[in-house]
């Protein structure tokens, strides 16, 4: 069967690969990738991540969208309450949170289950040997690695002793040091065994929960086992001649595409552009049911004129979408799972009711925004890793791809994002010069990764070398 496959990870390529005599399908070579990642792209992602999938059945011809994004814990009665703040030089100038009590409940094993028992052909175990042959035998940091590890390995990853154990290599050679994650490799041959939903409910969790315990982290067994995937909260927009169907809410990423995409077909005006950040903070960015008010909002817009991303396509017009992180991580390795802890609940830019505020066991604020895109000439999956600058992203390749429909044009072009206090960050030539404007290099990861893969008269797919550049057919 043909595959196409484009990603933010730069091993994934490999995972596909390995894979590839087996005759996998879209699904295979999506969860293969995944779990690579998970292992791989150290501080950019974690074993402990959440995430969006929008994807399109073939079988059915309809798109679908999955929500398996954080979920905070019911309650906050562990013994840390400390807020654990760490500046970052990542972007110019980022707080965040370390610490166990920064650590979210993860939804990316539920969308692994789904993917695998509704839509994958080959065998758990021969779908995960790639990802648990590497955390074994060991790799070099990928390059959106490194870059981040510039301004977070210190302060983020090396104040916990086990993770300053594990990560003393790169720490001394951050090019070519090996990192091998053994308790890892072998908690993800368990998986092989037990199925995925063990991270929920067996000895995976079992041991996550020791260490949240042993350093004061709030998340306890019933978060665990409540954990539930949110299905078709979608929403379909209909863009010039392409039709659009994504995450209508909880997740606000796919509102503010939406909202980008308005203003940017109006002319560059950074005052709009801050209007539609600051729009966001003030009105979406609250807990409660967001899922009901988000999705009203996209509504009335059709009335009117640090995180990885994986897409896959396969020839028998099947087309997943997903995008997942861990946040800025939390520092914390477990021991016994070899698994990084997410720090969700520390993302100060994500949590509008302050660190440890009341969150009511809710869903945590997602910029993500997978897509399904379908037009004339067939089926396209985008996507992007990015944090706020995700909405950006895939709003001004759209647009780029509306006026050129070439989608390796459309992602090359020279990109800017506009924060909600009227600074503005942008490539070479993506805008006028203004003393106001912080030019970066060309290429910049700060703007995400978009990434697109599809099927017209065949297979294809393209990735951003802004981060990885990674893309393969079979």
């Not at 929500?67 to 814990?73: A, C, I, R, T």
């Not at 308005?262 to 005006?269: A, F, I, P, W, Y």
């Not at 967001?290 to 017009?317: A, G, P």
């Not at 910049?444 to 599809?454: L, P």
Request: proline letters at 3%; a negative charge.
């Amino acid at each position: 069967m043909k595959v196409s496959m484009s990603s933010t990870a730069e091993y994934s390529s490999q995972a596909a690969e390995s894979i590839k005599d087996l005759n996998p399908n879209a699904a295979d070579v999506l969860i293969s990738s995944i779990v690579t990642s998970m292992v791989t792209d150290l501080g950019v992602v974690a074993p402990t991540s959440s995430g969006l999938l929008t994807f399109y059945d073939g079988k059915t011809n309809n798109s679908h969208t999955v929500d398996g994004y954080f979920v905070s814990p019911k309650y906050f009665k562990g013994n840390d309450h400390e807020e654990h703040k760490v500046v970052l030089t990542y972007g110019g100038y980022v707080e965040t949170c370390k610490g166990a009590n920064t650590f979210a409940i993860p939804g990316i094993y539920k969308i692994l289950d789904f993917l695998y028992k509704n839509y994958a052909s080959l065998p758990l175990d021969k779908l995960l040997e790639f990802p648990i042959n590497i955390a074994k035998k060991g790799f070099k940091l990928t390059q959106p690695t490194k870059d981040y590890f510039q301004h977070s390995l210190k302060p983020l990853f090396m104040w916990h002793d086990y993770s300053k154990k594990i990560l003393e290599n790169i720490s001394n050679d951050l090019d070519n040091g090996i990192v091998k994650l053994n308790k890892l490799s072998d908690s993800l041959e368990h998986l092989t065994n037990e199925g995925f939903n063990d991270f929920y409910v067996g000895d995976i969790a079992k041991e996550i929960l020791k260490t949240i315990v042993n350093e004061g982290g709030h998340a306890t067994s019933e978060d665990f086992t409540d954990y539930q995937l949110i299905e078709d909260s979608k929403f379909e927009f209909k863009y010039k001649n392409l039709i659009l169907t994504g995450h209508s809410g909880p997740s606000i990423g796919g509102l503010m595409v939406l909202k980008y995409i308005e203003k940017l077909s109006k002319g560059v005006s950074i005052e709009s552009l801050i209007d539609v950040y600051k729009n966001r903070k003030d009105s979406y960015e609250f807990f409660g049911d967001r899922k009901s008010f988000i999705n009203k909002e996209i509504q009335n817009l059709t009335k009117s004129s640090s995180t990885i991303q994986v897409n896959t396509s396969d020839e028998m017009n099947n087309h997943f979408s997903t995008t997942f992180s861990s946040g800025y991580g939390s520092g914390v390795l477990c021991k016994n799972t070899g698994m990084y802890f997410n720090n969700s609940l520390g993302e100060i830019e994500l949590n509008p009711q302050g660190f440890l505020g009341e969150t009511k066991g809710d869903r945590l604020i997602s910029n993500m925004s997978p897509l399904i895109i379908q037009s004339e000439d067939g089926i396209t999956t985008i996507g992007s890793p990015g944090a706020d600058r995700i909405s950006s992203a895939i709003a001004q390749v759209l647009l780029n791809y509306s006026q050129s429909n070439d989608w390796k044009q459309a992602i090359d072009q020279p990109r800017f994002h506009v924060n909600g206090d009227g600074t503005v960050r942008a490539e070479p030539a993506s805008l006028e010069m203004d003393k106001d404007v912080t030019i970066t290099d060309e290429y910049d990861m700060y703007f995400g990764g978009v990434c697109v893969s599809g099927l017209n008269k065949d297979v294809f797919s393209f990735g951003d070398r802004r981060r990885g550049d990674t893309s393969w057919t079979n």
